[in-house]
């Protein structure tokens, strides 16, 4: 059973900072490409930034300048550091990984449960 769980989403006020977590576990082969995606109330699921396999990362331009993705491929966690927090970023953010669970197989995609991102004074 491959698990992706999401953590650090907090209420933040705007200008502020949050670093969002999402850990890998269970059996796999290996984690392809990973990325954070936000879905904000009566809105439709979007894209925040990705990671490749290889290195390669990929930004929503309404976070670019402001949010850092990075993974660390030992640990199976990705991460995604939010500065300058405004509140249009709140939403709940979902974790993605496309894992390979055997070398002989193609990868699939996971998410994780989301977790809440509010941005208030």
């Known amino acids: 059973q491959v698990q992706l769980v999401e953590s650090g989403g907090d209420l933040v006020q705007p200008g502020g900072s949050l670093r969002l977590s999402c850990a890998a576990s269970g059996s796999f082969f290996s984690i392809n490409a990973m990325g954070w995606y936000r879905q904000a109330p009566g809105k439709q699921r979007e894209l925040v930034a990705t990671?490749?396999?290889?290195?390669?990362?990929n930004y929503a331009d309404s976070v670019k300048g402001r949010f850092t993705i990075s993974r660390d491929n030992a640990k199976n966690t990705l991460y995604l550091q939010m500065n300058s927090l405004k509140p249009e970023d709140a939403a709940v953010y979902y974790c993605?990984?496309?894992?390979?669970?055997?070398?002989?197989?193609?990868?699939?995609?996971?998410w994780g449960q989301g977790t809440q991102v509010t941005v208030s004074s």
């Open positions: 993605n990984a496309v894992i390979r669970r055997r070398a002989s197989v193609r990868g699939v995609d996971y």
């Open positions: 990671s490749t396999a290889g290195g390669s990362l």
